[in-house]
């Protein structure tokens, strides 16, 4: 402090510019940030399904797929404009270079059998021109299962079209708007929707982009507002929103500069920053204001602001920072960066908070009337302190008896949490994606994709016919639409040779006979037909499963059967592995739970230790983390009552309310502790509620009012996190200024030291 008050003193524009500086250098980075929308980036690549899609891309080639709906309600798909407009978009696509194949009820083929062997014909070679046409294209699908059900709905409204991509490196936005672009014209009065990973990633990509041109200039709308109500001086408030775009610019442009992109998660850090980063600020400025408002000069506020401050704005830096820092421990990447970048941006607005702030407040004339609006005009802040700190006073042992049975009730409420996951909660119920789900789970059995990768001799006919009975027992499971696999190929094949007689629809009895019929049908049809569910040397089968339900809880009983059924019947020597989009849903949110009791564990240890460090106290250690205790029972108890699933943006909420939640209550036990010396415990409550909830109040609507922004995020998580973090926010705050001075106008402990004012000294 004594360097700081110096420095300040002495240099004040060397310690003003020299922050500016070096925040403006490093942001430059920002221009080199970029948005990654892959959501498998997001997963640890040792996670079992992330190593298992490696493994099947790498035999099968890329597993990604865009489906497309196209269809009507009230008409059947049998008719020459729905047909002509599929061949038209089937051919769009096939002549994209970066997709590697496109399939449909346009390009389907049909196995026949023939004198000596098999044809692989089209199940439909042109457009019928004629009602009987068209029936006879009706007929010839109809109980066929590899057409039914996959590429037309069997209530016939609805046709389907599958895009496999390369493994050329393309932009999911790039992808999503050349897709979009390829059906808009054909829209009406069929219609047209599409979904997939590749759509999903590219509707997020689109949507992070977005919200970072809207949310973050409404966050600084709203800060300014709200800064203004609270220190009543324009002055200050520019002030303010320097530390806080600064503070902004450095974690980011940092970012830029080591190549990390923004994802899905760490797109909300910019304004999570922007609501936080005003904390320290508010207080140094506020301070000031007091003393000059005393009549003391420029410097001297600042010395004065910066003696008094400098220890519990420190404590509540460090406390945020080790609240972003618990999420290094999870396993996830973009919990890791953002935990990581977060808390380099807190340390910088700490930093300039104690630096450049004061050097400025010290540079810059003292605002005109500033004594007199300050003595006239408390600001709304004060008054709502003063009223509650009256109140608390005279309710102090209501206001522990609500507290506990409000707990009591919350705790219960935590035994309903669940946790769960879907990429389908990204986004709104009316959306485009929940839009295509829906016809496709309504339709075609399902919208969610599970890959089984299963290795060994699969033209052993052993293992083929347990392919057909994992497929046959997973449709009988509620909630799978299709399943399919090389063995379905096997069994069509096997007909076909065999005059087409419906019960030679099973696998051949030897492995040389499915050789036999394998080879056939590589003679006589696409090869590429077979690479999607068999490898070359035919020891390795893919079977895709379709499901309704992209729910990590449903997810996770289809995984378990599988687990219990593959080792139980398949023959010895044959593995598999489960991987796809529904698989990593639930994979993440079992990452995502154990993520955050590290996060609560970790966090809550760290700040009681800077607690017990700070006050030289365990009881006021103890005391320090009481208002965020019971801040994240009533959040997480709530959570339960209201059916909020637990989920991968709660890890984020859990840092940030550990982090900013114990703030309120050291700056208040600072206060405390400095009152207790010399007045009555009622007056050192009263004292203390009036002198620190102003600025904490103020901070705590400033950042609610400013995660509160994140509502208008165009992705599900997203608001959620803003407005759970908003309500946080504020019960913090309120636990602090009532519970926590309530118990210390009760019960005392012992005051081992007092924090040391500077005394008024001429320098």
């Not at 004594?2 to 003193?9: G, Q």
């Amino acid at each position: 402090m004594n360097f700081l008050r110096k420095l300040i003193s002495k240099h004040p524009v060397v310690t003003a510019i020299v922050p500016i500086i070096i925040s403006l250098l490093l942001g430059l980075g920002i221009f080199k940030v970029k948005i990654k929308d892959d959501v498998v980036s997001m997963l640890p690549k040792n996670m079992p399904s992330r190593v298992a899609l490696t493994d099947l891309e790498k035999t099968f080639g890329s597993s990604d797929f865009i489906g497309i709906t196209i269809g009507q309600e009230t008409k059947t798909v049998y008719n020459k404009e729905t047909l002509e407009k599929l061949k038209r978009i089937t051919e769009k696509l096939m002549a994209v270079p970066y997709i590697d194949r496109v399939k449909s009820l346009a390009n389907a083929t049909r196995i026949i059998g023939i004198d000596g062997g098999l044809e692989i014909l089209p199940v439909m070679e042109n457009v019928p021109a004629t009602p009987e046409e068209f029936k006879k294209l009706e007929a010839s699908v109809t109980g066929d299962k590899n057409i039914v059900g996959t590429f037309v709905s069997k209530d016939k409204k609805f046709l389907s079209v599958f895009v496999f991509l390369t493994f050329t490196h393309v932009d999911s936005d790039v992808i999503y708007n050349t897709v979009k672009d390829i059906i808009t014209p054909e829209i009406g009065p069929e219609e047209i929707h599409i979904n997939g990973v590749p759509v999903i990633a590219g509707i997020i990509g689109r949507s992070i982009r977005k919200d970072l041109l809207i949310l973050v200039p409404l966050v600084i709308l709203i800060l300014t507002f709200i800064l203004y109500l609270g220190l009543r001086q324009f002055e200050g408030v520019l002030l303010t929103l320097l530390v806080v775009i600064l503070s902004v610019l450095v974690p980011v442009g940092i970012m830029g500069f080591l190549g990390r992109p923004m994802m899905v998660i760490s797109s909300a850090m910019p304004v999570i920053l922007l609501a936080l980063a005003c904390a320290y600020s508010i207080h140094v400025i506020m301070k000031f204001y007091h003393h000059i408002a005393a009549g003391l000069s420029r410097k001297k506020a600042a010395a004065h602001a910066i003696d008094e401050l400098f220890v519990p704005i420190a404590a509540a830096a460090l406390t945020t920072i080790l609240g972003f820092l618990s999420m290094v421990t999870s396993t996830l990447t973009v919990l890791f960066e953002m935990g990581l970048f977060s808390s380099l941006g807190i340390l910088w607005a700490w930093i300039l908070s104690i630096t450049m702030l004061p050097a400025l407040l010290t540079l810059l004339p003292v605002p005109k009337g500033l004594a007199e609006k300050t003595s006239s005009h408390k600001g709304i802040f004060h008054n709502v302190a003063d009223a509650v700190a009256g109140f608390t006073v005279k309710n102090k042992r209501l206001i522990i008896i609500f507290y506990i049975i409000t707990t009591l009730v919350f705790i219960w409420g935590i035994t309903r949490l669940r946790i769960e996951s879907s990429i389908d909660r990204f986004f709104d119920k009316n959306s485009e994606v929940r839009l295509a789900n829906r016809i496709s789970n309504e339709h075609f059995g399902g919208s969610a994709n599970m890959s089984i990768l299963i290795r060994g001799n699969i033209k052993d006919p052993a293992v083929l016919k347990e392919m057909i009975s994992l497929e046959n027992y997973l449709k009988s499971i509620n909630g799978i639409g299709s399943a399919s696999s090389i063995a379905d190929i096997v069994c069509s094949i096997n007909q076909a040779i065999n005059d087409n007689d419906p019960k030679y629809k099973i696998i051949p009895p030897t492995t040389e006979a499915v050789s036999q019929a394998l080879l056939l049908y590589s003679m006589s049809g696409d090869p590429e037909d077979l690479k999607m569910f068999i490898n070359s040397d035919c020891d390795a089968a893919h079977m895709n499963v379709r499901m309704e339900s992209m729910y990590s809880r449903d997810v996770k009983k289809i995984v378990d059967k599988v687990n219990e059924f593959i080792p139980k019947h398949f023959p010895k020597g044959v593995t598999y592995s489960i991987t796809g989009s529904s698989v990593f849903t639930m994979e993440l949110s079992h990452m995502t739970a154990i993520s955050s009791i590290w996060s609560i564990i970790t966090s809550l240890i760290a700040v009681l230790i800077v607690g017990i460090v700070l006050f030289r106290s365990v009881p006021f250690g103890l005391l320090s983390i009481v208002p965020l205790s019971v801040t994240m029972v009533i959040i997480f108890g709530f959570m339960g009552l209201a059916g909020i699933d637990f989920s991968i943006e709660i890890a984020i909420i859990i840092s940030i309310v550990i982090g900013v939640g114990i703030d309120y209550a050291e700056h208040y036990i600072a206060r405390y502790c400095l009152a207790a010396n010399t007045m009555s415990l009622e007056d050192a409550t009263f004292s203390s509620i009036s002198n620190v909830g102003p600025a904490v109040l103020s901070n705590a609507v400033s950042i609610s009012l400013g995660f509160l922004v994140l509502v208008f995020s165009f992705l599900m998580p997203l608001r959620l996190l803003g407005l759970l973090v908003s309500i946080s926010m504020i019960l913090a705050v309120l636990a602090t200024i009532t519970l926590l001075a309530a118990i210390l106008s009760i019960y005392k402990p012992e005051i081992k030291h007092k924090i040391r004012i500077f005394e008024d000294e001429e320098e």
